[in-house]
C-alpha cells in the first residue's frame, strides 16, 4: 500500500517537478525590495512565517498549514498543491525564483493534506468546500484585490478555477497551470493521444491490469512509473527526482486521493468526485487577468491549455516545450520566466 500511495499521488497532482538545462538570467539587484525579508511586525514571525489557520466547514472547525516567504504588499501569490491530498513540498523549488523577484507567497497544505488536520470523514473532499475552505484562508492571511494572485497546479488548478468563477472580485491574478478545464476530455486525449505513444506490448499489459481494476498491484506501478510517469509526469529517470517530490508523494492522503481522482492512474476512472467535472462553458465569466501553463509532454493537451486563455476576457498563455505535467521542476527556466514575467505585467497594468 505504501508503495501504491507514493505511485499514486504523481499523477494528477498533483504537481510537481523539473531541472533546468540552462539556468535562467539572474535580474538587477533593484528589481528585490529591501523590505522584503524584513519581518518587523509580523504576526507570523515566531513561527517563521507558518500559520496555522482555522477553517469553518460543515462537519466542524480544523486548521490548515502555510507559510508566508517575503513581503510585497502588490505581489502575493497563493500556491494550491495538485493530488487531491497532495503537499505543497511540491513548489519549494518556488524558493530558488521568485524571492529574488521580490514575489510574497504561500504555501500552503490544503484540509487532509499532510502538514494540515486530515479528518477522516470522506464528504469533506468536496470541490465547492474546497472554495470556501480557499476564501477562509484568503481572508485570514489578508490576501484582497490590489495584490492576491491565485496559482493552480494540477488539481490545484480545478480549485483555482472553481475559486474564479466564485470570487474573482477577490483576485488581481489567476494561474492556471497543467490543468484542463474538462475531465472528459482529459480522459479523451489520455486515452487517444498518450496511450497508442506507448511501446505497444507496454500498453496491452497496462490495460490488462485497467480492465481488472487490479490498480494496487505492484507490475502495473511499475509499468506506469518507468513508461508513462518519466514521459508525461516528471521527465527524469525515477532515482533522480527531486527530494521534494519524493516527499510530496511520501505523504500523500490516500482518502483524499481516491476519493476525488479515483485509483487508476491512468486517467480518472470508477466513482471518483471529479470524473465529470467541466466547466469549458463557463470560461468567459473569469475576467481577471489569466496566465494559462501548458507544456509539450503534459499529460494534459496543451492546446486545452493555450485556448483557455482564448476563452477568458484577459488572457496569456505560457509554453514549456520541454516539460511534462511537473514543469516547475523539468523546465523550470521556461516556466519561472513566464511566469513571474505574467506577474510583474498585471502589477505594472501591462495586462
Same mark, same amino acid.
Given at each position: 500500500?505504501?508503495?501504491?500511495?507514493?505511485?499514486?499521488?504523481?499523477?494528477?497532482?498533483?504537481?510537481?517537478?523539473?531541472?533546468?538545462?540552462?539556468?535562467?538570467?539572474?535580474?538587477?539587484?533593484?528589481?528585490?525590495?529591501?523590505?522584503?525579508?524584513?519581518?518587523?511586525?509580523?504576526?507570523?514571525?515566531?513561527?517563521?512565517?507558518?500559520?496555522?489557520?482555522?477553517?469553518?466547514t460543515p462537519k466542524g472547525d480544523f486548521k490548515v498549514w502555510t507559510k508566508r516567504v517575503g513581503n510585497n504588499p502588490k505581489m502575493k501569490v497563493l500556491l494550491l498543491h495538485g493530488g487531491p491530498g497532495m503537499t505543497h513540498?511540491?513548489?519549494?523549488?518556488?524558493?530558488?525564483?521568485?524571492?529574488?523577484?521580490?514575489?510574497?507567497?504561500?504555501?500552503?497544505?490544503?484540509?487532509?493534506?499532510?502538514?494540515?488536520?486530515?479528518?477522516?470523514?470522506?464528504?469533506?473532499?468536496?470541490?465547492?468546500?474546497?472554495?470556501?475552505?480557499?476564501?477562509?484562508?484568503?481572508?485570514?492571511?489578508?490576501?484582497?484585490?490590489?495584490?492576491?494572485?491565485?496559482?493552480?497546479?494540477?488539481?490545484?488548478?480545478?480549485?483555482? %478555477? @472553481?475559486?474564479?468563477? !466564485?470570487?474573482?472580485?477577490? =483576485? /488581481?491574478?489567476?494561474? &492556471?497551470?497543467?490543468?484542463?478545464?474538462? $475531465?472528459?476530455?482529459?480522459?479523451?486525449?489520455?486515452?487517444?493521444?498518450?496511450?497508442?505513444?506507448?511501446?505497444?506490448?507496454?500498453?496491452?499489459?497496462?490495460?490488462?491490469?485497467?480492465?481488472?481494476?487490479?490498480?494496487?498491484?505492484?507490475?502495473?506501478?511499475?509499468?506506469?512509473?518507468?513508461?508513462?510517469?518519466?514521459?508525461?509526469?516528471?521527465?527524469?529517470?525515477?532515482?533522480?527526482?527531486?527530494?521534494?517530490?519524493?516527499?510530496?508523494?511520501?505523504?500523500?492522503?490516500?482518502?483524499?486521493?481516491?476519493?476525488?481522482?479515483?485509483? %487508476? @492512474?491512468?486517467?480518472? !476512472?470508477?466513482?471518483?468526485? =471529479? /470524473?465529470?467535472?467541466? &466547466?469549458?462553458?463557463?470560461?468567459?465569466? $473569469?475576467?481577471?487577468?489569466?496566465?494559462?501553463?501548458?507544456?509539450?509532454?503534459?499529460?494534459?493537451?496543451?492546446?486545452?491549455?493555450?485556448?483557455?486563455?482564448?476563452?477568458?476576457?484577459?488572457?496569456?498563455?505560457?509554453?514549456?516545450?520541454?516539460?511534462?505535467?511537473?514543469?516547475?521542476?523539468?523546465?523550470?527556466?521556461?516556466?519561472?520566466?513566464?511566469?513571474?514575467?505574467?506577474?510583474?505585467?498585471?502589477?505594472?497594468?501591462?495586462?
Amino acid at each position: 500500500m505504501k508503495n501504491y500511495v507514493t505511485i499514486l499521488s504523481i499523477f494528477i497532482g498533483l504537481l510537481m517537478s523539473c531541472q533546468p538545462t540552462t539556468a535562467p538570467p539572474v535580474p538587477s539587484s533593484d528589481t528585490v525590495s529591501s523590505n522584503y525579508l524584513d519581518n518587523t511586525g509580523k504576526d507570523d514571525r515566531f513561527m517563521g512565517g507558518v500559520k496555522m489557520i482555522p477553517i469553518k466547514t460543515p462537519k466542524g472547525d480544523f486548521k490548515v498549514w502555510t507559510k508566508r516567504v517575503g513581503n510585497n504588499p502588490k505581489m502575493k501569490v497563493l500556491l494550491l498543491h495538485g493530488g487531491p491530498g497532495m503537499t505543497h513540498e511540491i513548489y519549494e523549488c518556488f524558493d530558488g525564483y521568485f524571492p529574488q523577484e521580490g514575489i510574497e507567497y504561500y504555501y500552503y497544505d490544503q484540509l487532509g493534506s499532510y502538514y494540515s488536520d486530515q479528518p477522516k470523514d470522506l464528504s469533506l473532499w468536496d470541490l465547492p468546500r474546497f472554495v470556501e475552505e480557499v476564501e477562509q484562508v484568503r481572508k485570514a492571511l489578508g490576501l484582497n484585490k490590489d495584490n492576491f494572485y491565485l496559482f493552480g497546479q494540477s488539481w490545484g488548478g480545478i480549485l483555482a %478555477s @472553481e475559486y474564479a468563477l !466564485k470570487y474573482q472580485q477577490n =483576485l /488581481k491574478g489567476l494561474i &492556471i497551470s497543467n490543468m484542463v478545464m474538462s $475531465i472528459p476530455e482529459y480522459q479523451k486525449y489520455s486515452d487517444e493521444v498518450l496511450a497508442p505513444k506507448l511501446p505497444p506490448e507496454v500498453l496491452k499489459e497496462i490495460m490488462k491490469y485497467e480492465k481488472a481494476e487490479d490498480y494496487g498491484n505492484e507490475r502495473y506501478l511499475s509499468l506506469i512509473t518507468e513508461h508513462y510517469y518519466t514521459r508525461h509526469v516528471i521527465r527524469m529517470p525515477q532515482d533522480e527526482w527531486p527530494d521534494p517530490i519524493n516527499r510530496g508523494f511520501k505523504h500523500l492522503n490516500p482518502d483524499v486521493y481516491v476519493t476525488m481522482q479515483g485509483p %487508476s @492512474e491512468f486517467g480518472i !476512472k470508477g466513482d471518483a468526485t =471529479l /470524473k465529470n467535472w467541466d &466547466i469549458k462553458d463557463q470560461l468567459k465569466k $473569469i475576467t481577471v487577468p489569466t496566465l494559462t501553463i501548458g507544456a509539450q509532454h503534459d499529460t494534459m493537451d496543451p492546446e486545452h491549455m493555450r485556448w483557455i486563455s482564448t476563452e477568458v476576457k484577459n488572457g496569456r498563455y505560457l509554453h514549456c516545450p520541454n516539460g511534462s505535467h511537473l514543469c516547475q521542476f523539468d523546465d523550470q527556466e521556461n516556466f519561472f520566466t513566464g511566469l513571474v514575467r505574467f506577474v510583474k505585467d498585471v502589477d505594472e497594468g501591462k495586462m
